[in-house]
């Protein structure tokens, strides 16, 4: 961003307004003096761009409601106290230049979206206000004089809501319109039917709603707890309702983009029509999150239905591209069919991979027909990806990278950081999710282009999206808390350029949710939230350093696990705490007035003789959560209900060796395990610990057969082992992985994690 410092003094307090607004522009010129609307102010389109009227129009409502009195729209092309909207044919397709004086305003554009664009680059320049529904006739509307020259980066940024397994009001799916297009997302991605549920009216197939939106009970607590309410669940949207969404996200310049899915997440058609299955017989709508194993039959009556579907769904939706899911398609049933095994003879299909294939090439040839495009999930890729479709690579980018060197359209929207169904912050503080852990600096961390693609692959990469699974998500307001402002850091990486400054962000967006409170958006405050760094001192004890994304704020905490007040200790980074002994910490971020900003941040340590001290792994972990390389021995003990500090080994064995640095005495050995059969982390089969005075050859000194639970809720096992007197220099723990998972598991013979914590000797 250019700035001339020089002047930021005499902009005065416009400085942070015009700093903040997001995602960030390519070019800020910040000039003398200022302009302010008042009562004269008129708003005026150039005789060559009366297709920008529709835009200026939204102007004029938004300062109605503010002010309460009409605003005049006049056709102009210069002028003094008048917001212009002029047409300049060399701008790019959704670029504007928005030029600001003491004189007047203009917005240059091609067309009416770029003009759009840059409306709401002039709304962020105002007071946050300018977004609520309040009537504030007093309110000051100034804006710095400055120049700003915007385009983005990439030509799609979106965000996916799942409306199959939670179903959501138009009102709020319009609301989500709104606070899309101030961030300059232009998709909605609505995730229109799920095994759970049926959200479309198709007027050729009744039962679809009739049958297929309404399940009859819905899972409460985690997936683990295996627990159902009792209580019939559905909802669905009328073809009118979706026109209605269309014509209204038309206006904010935001496409709806339909998702109907296939092969897969399909119980809910199943039971409303069982001739589209492989047996013929009759199921229920379903009731359990996860992935079923009832699928789509790959027959002519199949196919018909999809193609009746898929017209009605293209007559609601004028999106160039139509999403036909394609992901996680169990191929049991295929397996089991004789017709699924003789097309596939017919056809010349070695397994039922490439059967997925020939499925996707029937719906691609039909949408293709119909002038449109199909979007996947990367699972389309499987057995042959098909001429014409676009990849959304969820599982990692690696998807998306093999699409582009195919030279297909990619949108990246890996889980890794884009899923915003995760948690954000520590689970203990949060509502329930999923899993997982996302915080928004990590989500803002993403980088769509790959450098293992050329110049000429990396055009393929179109976009971004980010995505909002609705398993634990049942109401509007936690939606909100999911979606934002990790959804906000997404569209900063879809329009602004390759930099990226996480610090420059957080100060632009502590602005931003004044916006957010003005639209009364429920976004979560766990961007306040202390974050914990821990490393070692020449001495080996673990030293604890504390931050806040928010730097003017105070950062208390207590030692002994009890809440933190404005009395609690003070927490200066010049003075990092060093642990020495076991200690229960709790944080909280504070206002200088003594408010507590954050919700509560707390670490448990348990100091022994393994404390710092450094080690080797015979078997790479496939995942270190918490991001520290040492949390095996960095005193911190391991939570059910967070990945912090996990270390997961994928189908490996725990083979450590730590190295006292002299020969140390010992009896006790202490272990945690994480068992989560349900999400495939499986505790040990056994577990063997040898000493050693050499690194060479080592002693076995206890050998156990586990047998531990292996129970679906999420549970630790913590063993203490008791070694009896042991003097050694290097100490040797082998823990054997549990192995394939087992046969009814529903990823059956795949290989199982092992999730070990803290090992710690006394």
């Not at 990590?442 to 999206?465: D, M, N, R």
Request: charged letters at 25%; glycine letters at 8%.
């Amino acid at each position: 961003m250019k700035l001339i410092i020089s002047l930021l003094i005499s902009v005065g307090c416009f400085a942070q307004n015009t700093l903040s607004i997001i995602p960030k522009p390519q070019s800020i010129d910040i000039g003398k003096g200022k302009f302010s609307i008042d009562e004269n102010t008129q708003i005026a389109v150039s005789s060559d761009n009366t297709e920008a009227t529709a835009v200026a129009e939204q102007l004029a409502i938004r300062l109605k409601i503010i002010k309460n009195r009409p605003i005049e729209i006049v056709s102009a092309n210069s002028g003094n106290n008048k917001i212009l909207f002029l047409k300049n044919s060399k701008i790019a397709k959704e670029g504007y230049e928005l030029r600001v004086s003491n004189k007047n305003i203009t917005i240059e554009a091609s067309n009416p979206v770029g003009h759009f664009y840059g409306l709401q680059t002039l709304l962020q320049l105002l007071p946050s206000e300018i977004f609520g529904a309040s009537i504030q006739p007093n309110l000051n509307l100034s804006i710095p004089a400055c120049t700003i020259k915007d385009e983005p980066r990439f030509e799609y940024r979106g965000i996916m809501l799942d409306l199959g397994r939670h179903f959501f009001s138009i009102e709020f799916l319009k609301k989500m319109v709104d606070v899309m297009a101030i961030n300059k997302m232009n998709t909605f991605h609505i995730h229109l039917t799920e095994d759970q549920g049926w959200r479309i009216e198709i007027k050729k197939y009744p039962k679809l709603t009739e049958i297929g939106s309404i399940r009859k009970e819905s899972m409460v607590g985690h997936y683990r707890d295996q627990k159902y309410d009792g209580t019939p669940y559905g909802g669905f949207y009328t073809q009118d309702q979706m026109r209605d969404l269309v014509a209204y996200a038309q206006r904010k310049f935001i496409t709806i983009v339909p998702e109907i899915e296939m092969p897969g997440h399909a119980l809910a058609a199943l039971a409303s029509y069982p001739e589209l299955g492989c047996t013929g017989e009759q199921f229920e709508v379903g009731t359990k999150w996860g992935v079923e194993p009832r699928v789509f039959c790959p027959n002519e009556k199949t196919f018909s239905f999809l193609e009746d579907v898929l017209t009605e769904i293209m007559d609601i939706f004028p999106s160039q591209y139509i999403h036909i899911g394609g992901d996680e398609c169990p191929k049991e049933a295929w397996k089991k069919s004789d017709f699924c095994q003789n097309l596939m003879k017919k056809e010349g299909l070695k397994d039922e991979h490439e059967l997925q294939s020939y499925f996707i090439r029937r719906i691609d040839q039909f949408v293709s027909s119909k002038g449109r495009k199909i979007i996947g999930w990367d699972e389309i890729l499987e057995g042959g990806l098909s001429p014409n479709a676009t990849v959304m690579s969820w599982r990692g980018v690696e998807g998306g990278i093999a699409a582009a060197k195919q030279k297909h359209d990619v949108i990246m929207s890996p889980n890794s950081h884009m899923y915003l169904d995760y948690y954000q912050a520590n689970p203990s503080t949060e509502p329930l999710a999923i899993g997982g852990l996302l915080p928004i600096e990590k989500t803002y961390s993403f980088e769509p282009f790959s450098p293992e693609l050329t110049t000429e692959e990396a055009k393929y990469i179109k976009g971004v999206q980010a995505n909002l699974w609705t398993e634990y998500v049942a109401t509007p307001e936690y939606a909100e808390y999911m979606l934002f402002p990790r959804a906000i850091a997404t569209a900063e990486i879809g329009w602004s350029d390759k930099t990226k400054d996480f610090e420059d962000f957080s100060n632009r967006l502590m602005q931003h949710f004044k916006r957010l409170d003005q639209m009364a958006v429920n976004y979560s405050k766990a961007f306040y939230n202390v974050s914990f760094t821990t490393e070692k001192n020449s001495l080996n004890q673990p030293v604890l350093s504390m931050s806040s994304n928010d730097k003017n704020g105070v950062i208390r905490y207590t030692i002994d696990g009890t809440m933190p007040n404005s009395k609690s200790f003070e927490y200066s980074p010049k003075n990092k705490i060093t642990i020495g002994g076991d200690r229960n910490i709790s944080a909280a971020l504070f206002s200088k007035e003594g408010n507590m900003i954050s919700t509560i941040s707390s670490k448990s340590y348990t100091i022994s003789k393994s404390t710092g001290k450094s080690y080797s792994l015979g078997t790479e972990p496939k995942k270190y959560f918490g991001g520290e390389k040492m949390a095996l021995t960095n005193g911190i003990r391991g939570d059910e209900n967070s990945n912090d500090p996990w270390v997961g080994f994928n189908g490996g064995n725990l083979d450590f060796t730590l190295d006292f640095g002299q020969k140390t005495s010992f009896s006790n050995v202490s272990i945690g395990f994480l068992g989560a059969a349900t999400a495939w982390i499986m505790p040990p089969k056994s577990l063997e610990i040898f000493t050693s005075d050499d690194n060479k050859t080592f002693k076995s000194i206890k050998k156990m057969d586990l047998g531990l639970s292996t129970k679906n809720e999420s549970f630790v096992q913590q063993l203490n082992i008791s070694v009896g007197t042991a003097n050694a220099k290097y100490l040797k723990i082998v823990a054997e992985n549990y192995g394939k998972l087992p046969i009814g598991h529903p990823g059956q013979g795949s290989p199982s994690w092992l999730f070990v914590d803290e090992i710690s000797v006394k």
